[in-house]
């Protein structure tokens, strides 16, 4: 009987082994949301780790979001950061100051953008971003030709290596390429670690790396009409997704859809179209590419994706009238 | 077959029964809606059952209202409302999030979709 | 050990891992509902521990499992999964045995015991709560293949073909 009690204690420290080992060799699903960059992040892993070490992860990539959402935020002064705030509201025109190189990093990715897509890709829009804001928050008064008569001209910053000078009070608006540049960064850090199945989701910029236990991850877009329901689904690997509606934030004035989404060269919301989605590697270049090709009209923007194999997209015209590039082939 | 076999089949019988029942009371056909604050949970409500509830965020309370298997967002104190805009939601792939208050609400059913762009 | 002994081990898992390997056949029970099978192979794991002892009877179930992951299902997650029902199915039985139960009880217990290793034991893995809800169906599942492993078991122990 001694025996047996201690071959059954002993098959019971077995099973706690068999338990332990198979808890470091299965994959697990972890969840984290955030909040930053005046949007609702979760990430969502599969991975084999533990507790313990994906909260370590965790952290790091809550600190990732809230040290760049200060970086680029261009409505609130933290102490001893030199941040948008700073160089839009705090900084006098034609003083130099050194800025953090993660900061002069974002803003040489939007200058860069700027000469590739003829300017309509604008992060020196500030001042006008700004006009059409304060209209979408009242939702009262139209702006007038005047009050959209503001400096938008990129070539009024002058950016040398982490030195920052501006002139004609320009501002810069981080706001189309923030989270798709903090996006992609923590999905590379992920991977860093070892992480390959996630699904990042920032405010309805999705990045996902390679699905576990099963083909693909399977991402809604959005239906502008009822934004409650998705109009379509992608089926995605190792891509970055991002939508640029505006349905986002709005404003319905006599019957017009007054949006967040300023083309700089006409300085009115684009009004043509309700939502842009594209689909690339890079979180970056999807983030950028969705507002750009929100603003480009859409034969222009339909034969740029066609000529670049990176890209996919997909156009909400309106109800019936949905394009699709070549390469864009779901469902 | 003696008659303890019988007692333990009887048993069994039993406590599959009151486990089946029991589950599936709390199981409530998975339409549960969870409420957060940031990543805190506040409380979890049955779709099944239309009634209006009243959580505090960020900018005070908000008034959360389930109707036919949905949840939305009612009343707020946010200024621009856009979380009562997003309308009524009753799927887990599509959360309903009140920025300035912080609010999260996520319907937990299964859904074969890992994220929505929007 | 003698060599009979040995002899007899080795027929034993032959026979157990011959039962399971036809039985992995009917693998489409497990799609009804996860971890649901019949467990024929438990009447020789029952036999045994009647037959002759707990130690032997435990080593027959250890290298049944061994051997159909080895030709059959691979040393994945199944066959950890498979190891703890096997465990706990025949502690389960070694503790019930000195009861009144008769051996078709017996078996029913081990039966039972075995799904309720793997749920828990999913549960804690997986971390997925779910698996609890198919335990009404394993419990319920497991009372006809219990009486039936339990009948096979004492029809053969009455033929005593294991006599030495």
Redesign the interface.
């Known amino acids: 009987m001694k025996r047996k009690i201690g071959i059954i204690i002993l098959l019971l420290i077995l099973i706690y082994l068999i338990v332990l080992f198979i808890d470091k060799s299965i994959y697990k699903n972890y969840s984290k949301d955030l909040f930053y960059m005046d949007t609702y992040i979760n990430i969502k892993l599969n991975t084999t780790e533990s507790k313990k070490e994906i909260d370590v992860i965790f952290d790091d990539i809550d600190y990732l979001y809230s040290s760049y959402h200060k970086l680029t935020d261009r409505y609130h002064e933290y102490d001893g950061i030199i941040n948008a705030y700073y160089l839009n509201e705090l900084l006098p025109d034609n003083k130099e100051v050194i800025i953090d190189q993660r900061l002069a990093d974002i803003i040489d990715i939007g200058i860069d953008y700027y000469n590739q897509t003829n300017g309509l890709f604008n992060i020196a829009s500030g001042n006008l971003t700004e006009v059409w804001k304060e209209f979408i928050d009242d939702c009262a008064i139209l702006p007038t030709t005047e009050d959209l008569n503001v400096n938008i001209d990129i070539t009024d910053i002058k950016l040398n290596g982490n030195s920052y000078m501006k002139d004609n009070n320009v501002k810069i608006d981080l706001g189309a390429i923030a989270k798709g540049y903090v996006t992609e960064l923590v999905g590379n850090y992920l991977e860093d670690n070892g992480i390959y199945s996630y699904v990042i989701n920032a405010g309805g910029n999705v990045k996902v790396g390679n699905a576990y236990g099963k083909e693909s991850f399977v991402i809604g877009i959005t239906d502008p009409n009822d934004t409650s329901s998705i109009f379509t689904r992608v089926n995605i690997n190792n891509k970055s997704v991002v939508t640029s509606g505006n349905y986002q934030r709005y404003c319905m004035l006599n019957g017009i859809n007054y949006n967040h989404i300023i083309n700089p060269k006409t300085r009115y919301p684009v009004a043509d179209k309700q939502s842009v989605t594209v689909i690339g590697n890079n979180s970056v270049i999807a983030d950028i590419y969705s507002t750009y090709l929100y603003i480009l009209p859409l034969e222009d923007g339909l034969k740029l994706v066609n000529s670049n194999p990176d890209i996919e997209a997909i156009w909400y015209i309106d109800k019936d009238n949905i394009v699709r590039s070549d390469n864009f082939n779901y469902e | 077959m003696n008659r303890s076999d019988l007692k333990i089949i009887a048993f069994i019988i039993l406590l599959a029964l009151v486990l089946y029942l029991g589950l599936n009371l709390m199981k409530k056909e998975g339409n549960i809606a969870s409420i957060y604050y940031e990543d805190d949970l506040l409380m979890t409500v049955d779709l099944n059952t239309d009634k209006e509830y009243v959580v505090s965020g960020q900018l005070g309370d908000v008034i959360l209202e389930v109707k036919n298997g949905k949840i939305r967002v009612k009343e707020e104190n946010s200024p621009r409302h856009l979380c009562s805009l997003q309308g009524y939601t009753n799927s887990s792939s599509k959360p309903i999030i009140c920025l300035p208050n912080k609010i999260i609400i996520k319907v937990s059913n299964v859904s074969d979709i890992d994220g929505v762009v929007y | 050990m003698t060599t009979k002994r040995i002899t007899t081990i080795a027929m034993l898992t032959a026979i157990s891992v011959v039962i399971a390997i036809i039985e992995s056949y009917f693998a489409f029970l497990n799609s009804i509902v996860p971890g649901l099978k019949l467990g024929l192979a438990n009447v020789i794991i029952v036999l045994t521990l009647y037959r002759y002892n707990?130690?032997t009877a435990?080593l027959v179930s250890i290298m049944r499992v061994f051997i159909v992951s080895l030709i059959r299902t691979g040393f994945g997650?199944n066959f950890?999964f498979s190891?703890?029902g096997a465990?706990?199915s025949i502690?389960a039985m070694?503790l019930v045995k000195k009861?009144?139960?008769?051996i078709?009880?017996v078996s029913?217990?081990g039966s039972?015991c075995h799904s309720i290793g793997q749920v828990l034991?999913g549960i804690?893995?997986?971390?997925n709560n779910n698996i609890?809800?198919y335990?009404?169906?394993l419990?319920?599942f497991?009372?006809p293949t219990g009486?039936v492993i339990g009948m096979i078991a004492k029809k053969v122990l009455a033929y005593d073909i294991f006599k030495n």
Do not use: A, Q
């Open positions: 707990f130690k435990l997650l950890f190891l703890v465990i706990f502690v070694v009861t009144k139960l008769s078709i009880g029913i217990v039972i034991i804690m893995i997986l971390d609890v809800y335990l009404p169906y419990l319920l497991s009372i009486v």
